[in-house]
């Protein structure tokens, strides 16, 4: 098949919500449509499966929240689907931009009863960034909640988008009986879920059906009325300003009813885009273009425990990947031969044959890919867009057994590859200073080294208040180090990083250092 028509086919998309709204349960449930009934360590892990999980999933079960950031890929009608899985905790948002950096639309789950909360301000505003077009699941309409009218005055609101209902709930609660599709007219009648299997409730054709009142009462002139004024009062759909990110089409549901998601999964198919091109730093690749490019936007450390791996995932941005291909790893200069590339088809790691613009590979890591790098045929390229921020939290690795030097380094290094924590070594001693965005990565770290590195480790205050890469003219740069020797260090790439112990003194040092400049979001 050609590549465009394979291309064309492709849907990535990640689902971006507040915790609790329903996003691991959607997750589950659109794996159901694509007959991958596979719950292994991607999705977070429900009652019935702990056996299979390491301590560190359990944390993260504990917790309640979901740490590993994975990807999906399922077949579902026409489509092939990438649903990138972006981790739910506020303190692991970085991850979240860098996955969000690799769809081409995403997902907004909302709970009826909560309506718009901060974590979908937060993520809405990343996808603005790179107007990526947003479909919306107004979820969990078995229960109480707001009225639809008012909801969608809430998003439209404090979201700034246009909202286009694409289905209506029927009642909620007690009175919740099912949704009319505004387009297909339709109306599917909600039946609870029967275990894991995706139900379908009945469907009736017309709005105008007698059976409709057969079965829903004095409910189906209700519906009428309600569809009349939703009709009148609302934005119609629109698939410009949809793929312009400036309407979302909206559609009710229960995820774990598994309900109104097939209505969903459909307007993906028919809606959503296939896989755009990106922007380098020097020209715009396109999906269509025969040769293959792509960047590493996340990097996972011993995703399977039973390997100890790394594996570095990469959006495929333009060509087709084939096994044992050879590719250029732009930034160290080399070409490699790509063998074993892994696939996520339906959460079963494979290896992967052959793929296409808008999926994602994983590469093997052994410390030589970072996150931000570009794979070519050949081409000098880098994709761009790649965010870095600058941790806001500082730790020095104080370890129990000093014999463990070496382990805690190996460690505190690959897992710093993986971008929620960041490694600096500051040039006039040996510590070792753990940066993060968020307090709960210094456990989640903690945790990992003693289970996966076999070292125990504690993390202790250090005098450290921000970090800022330093960039400027060579001479300058040298000068700069030798003078504020102990406030500098490298960081895992080893780039010079500024550690301030005050904002005061960042402030001074600025002042006093007009040539250079001090940033807070490296780009990969
Ligand atoms: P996440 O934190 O966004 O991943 O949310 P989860 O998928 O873990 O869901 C949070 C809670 O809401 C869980 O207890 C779910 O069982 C529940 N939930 C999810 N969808 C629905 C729904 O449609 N109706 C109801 N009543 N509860 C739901």
């Given amino acids: 098949m050609s590549l465009q028509l394979e291309s064309s086919k492709r849907r990535t998309f990640a689902i971006i919500s507040h915790p609790d709204a329903g996003k691991t349960t959607v997750t589950e449930k659109l794996l159901l449509y694509g007959g991958a009934i596979q719950m292994a360590g991607a999705v977070k892990s429900r009652k019935t499966d702990r056996g299979a999980t390491s301590d560190w999933m359990k944390m993260e079960q504990e917790r309640g929240i979901s740490v590993a950031s994975s990807v999906m890929q399922f077949p579902y009608k026409n489509v092939m689907i990438n649903l990138l899985d972006t981790p739910g905790h506020e303190d692991f948002s970085e991850d979240t931009y860098r996955v969000l950096t690799a769809v081409d639309s995403a997902l907004m789950v909302i709970d009826v009863a909560k309506g718009v909360e901060d974590r979908t301000i937060k993520l809405m505003e990343v996808c603005r960034l790179r107007t990526t077009p947003i479909l919306t699941f107004i979820n969990k309409l078995d229960r109480e909640g707001k009225e639809p009218i008012d909801l969608l005055d809430e998003v439209e609101d404090v979201l700034k988008i246009a909202c286009a209902p ?12 099912g949704i009319y599709h505004l387009y297909n007219d339709t109306v599917r009648l909600f039946a609870a879920a029967d275990g894991q299997r995706a139900t379908e409730g009945e469907l009736i054709e017309g709005l105008d059906n007698p059976r409709l009142d057969e079965l829903l009462g004095s409910q189906a002139e209700e519906l009428r009325e309600e569809v009349d004024l939703v009709r009148g009062a609302s934005h119609e759909f629109d698939l410009e300003l949809f793929l312009a990110g400036e309407l979302t089409p909206v559609f009710f549901g229960s995820a774990v009813n598994n309900f109104g998601l097939q209505e969903l999964l459909d307007g993906f198919e028919m809606y959503a885009p296939a896989p755009k091109g990106r922007e380098t730093e020097s020209r715009f690749v396109d999906a269509n273009e025969e040769k293959l490019t792509g960047f590493v936007f996340k990097i996972q450390a011993n995703m399977d425990p039973a390997h100890r791996d790394r594996v570095a995932f990469m959006r495929i941005v333009s060509g087709k990947y084939e096994s044992g291909m050879k590719l250029k790893h732009v930034r160290i200069g080399k070409d490699v031969k790509i063998a074993k590339a892994i696939t996520f088809l339906a959460n079963k790691r494979e290896q992967a044959e052959v793929a296409y613009p808008g999926d994602i590979i994983g590469l093997h890591n052994h410390g030589t890919i970072k996150i931000g790098d570009t794979f070519t045929q050949g081409e000098e390229l880098k994709f761009t867009g790649i965010p870095n921020f600058a ?18 380094q190996k460690g505190l290094t690959q897992l710093s590859e993986e971008g929620a924590t960041q490694l600096f070594r500051p040039v006039n001693n040996n510590d070792l200073i753990l940066g993060a965005v968020g307090i709960l990565q210094f456990e989640v770290v903690a945790q990992r080294l003693k289970d996966e590195y076999n070292v125990t480790c504690m993390f202790e205050p250090v005098n450290v208040n921000t970090a800022r890469w330093v960039i400027g003219p060579k001479a300058e740069i040298e000068k ?45």
């Fill in 166 to 177: 694409m289905t209506w709930p029927i009642g909620m609660g007690k009175r919740f009986k």
């Fill in 480 to 524: 700069f180090t030798a003078k504020v020797r102990e406030n500098v260090a490298y960081d895992a790439a080893d780039q010079l990083v500024y550690i301030a112990p005050t904002r005061v003194n960042l402030n001074l040092t600025e002042e006093r250092w007009p040539e250079l400049q001090f940033v807070a979001t490296r780009e990969h």
């Fill in 391 to 408: 941790p806001e939290l500082f730790r020095r690795a104080q370890l129990k057994d000093p014999m463990k030097m070496k382990a805690l």
